[in-house]
């Protein structure tokens, strides 16, 4: 029981100590910035600025009646700008329309279907590749996928989910199989935007 005791003063005597040193560093870095701040504004008032020399301080008072005549006399004979005659502009303008982007894309994406311009990471360099692009049923026919490779399927749909948002893309997607099941649609497809084509 002695021990602790002995341990609780001890650490309330620490405690005491380091508040007074903390106090004390506290008074030292006021009494620092204080004569800092003295002989700062001591050393203003023996300087002159430079900046005092040229911009004397002084008192904006309103023009008295003989400036206004005086100003009103020299504008006499002025006459004032005649404003240009501007047709009002009554309808917006229509939205910019990316022409050449769009001409781009579709050449782009008809290129790709015709196998002119293949990707480096087309289908047609090998089976390592192609295991990591393409799915296969169990059960389905091998010869279907080489087939789709080919062209010999025709697309019946197309879904294309560049710009989208993650949640934008499955709701597409979502929406596209439905109404490829319902319309009974046996080739779709989907141009995800993930790769090089």
Not at 102 to 121: T, Y
Request: net charge positive.
């Amino acid at each position: 029981m002695a021990v602790g005791k002995d341990i609780a003063d001890l650490s309330q005597l620490l405690k005491t100590e380091r508040k007074a040193l903390r106090k004390t560093k506290r008074n030292a870095e006021v009494d620092s910035f204080a004569r800092t701040s003295a002989r700062k504004a001591q050393r203003e008032d023996d300087d002159l600025r430079f900046a005092d020399l040229f911009r004397p301080w002084t008192e904006l008072a309103p023009p008295s009646e003989e400036d206004r005549a005086l100003f009103l006399n020299a504008v006499a004979d002025a006459e004032p700008l005649r404003a240009p005659a501007r047709k009002p502009h009554l309808q917006k303008p229509p939205p910019a329309y990316p022409r050449h982007s769009k001409a781009d894309e579709a050449a782009a994406l008809e290129a790709s279907q015709l196998a002119i311009n293949p990707s480096p990471m087309s289908w047609d360099i090998g089976a390592d590749i192609e295991d990591e692009q393409s799915y296969l049923r169990s059960g389905v026919n091998p010869d279907l996928l080489r087939k789709l490779r080919r062209g010999q399927w025709t697309i019946q749909a197309e879904l294309d989910l560049h710009h989208h948002t993650q949640a934008q893309a499955h709701a597409a997607l979502s929406e596209f199989i439905r109404a490829a099941r319902v319309a009974d649609w046996r080739c779709v497809r989907v141009i995800h935007g993930k790769g090089l084509s």
